[in-house]
């Protein structure tokens, strides 16, 4: 059976209002968009990647750091509301556009720095040879929900009511949450479902340090302070 072909995109807009600049952010040796980068060129599995961008700035770095950056995005896929579901859908029909079609759709998004290309290939291997719909990263979630409240003014509801049988944490149920870092998904399911995640959904569990995911200043300040400690599980090159 001949190997799918995986396609990667690493989607980095130029705008950021949570934290600006960000995908051109140094964090160690790197930027946020070269580390992304780099960590597609450690994966082994993936058959071509490319970087969606409306910003002449980060196309630059993605090219200086050994990326195809094919296409600027268009102005309707830069907005704050742009979803990212068009935006990968707009780099598969370019890649058709050159006669090729991708069986697999891989997303690496810039704010995961500390992915690296054995967490992708991990997450593709688990899609491809299960025949899910996609599969994605996970990690153990930082508070678990069935502690969780609503509030009707002042007055508190459980989320989830059978959540009072629960006094301490280690005894619940482990529960787990999208790490960011890598999703996989199978052409049809982003194509003709307009979706990133199939019914038919597998997760792969990474540990804390490689699932920090940068979306603000105190995001940011925790990645340095992971990579200051030697925690990051990056190659060397990358700190």
Known sequence: MAAPYVFGVIP???????????????????SLIGHAIASAREATRLTR?????????IAEEARRHGAEV???RPAELA????????????????????????DL???????????????????IAR????????AQTLSEASY????????????????????????????????????GAVYVTRYDVLMGQGRVLGKDNRGIVMDFAASVNIDTEWDFLLAELVLGQGRAPIPPSRR
Do not use: C
């Open 49 to 57: 990647f490319v970087v969606s961008t409306d910003s002449d700035a």
């Open 70 to 72: 094919p296409f600027l």
């Open 144 to 179: 678990h929900p069935y502690f969780m409240k609503t509030l009707d003014g002042d007055v508190t509801h459980a989320l989830f009511e059978e959540g009072y049988r629960y006094v301490r944490r280690q005894d619940a149920p482990a529960v787990y949450q999208p790490s």
């Open 127 to 134: 899609a491809a040879e299960t025949g899910a719909d996609s």
């Open 105 to 123: 759709i891989v997303t690496l998004q810039p704010t995961s720095p500390f992915r690296v290309g054995a967490d992708i290939d991990r997450t």
């Open 12 to 30: 980095a807009r130029g705008g950021s209002k949570g934290l600006p600049g960000k995908n051109l952010r140094r964090l160690g040796a790197l």
């Open 79 to 102: 907005s704050d509301e742009a979803g990212m579901i068009p935006v990968l859908q707009h780099a598969v029909r370019w890649l058709e556009s050159t006669g090729a079609r991708p």
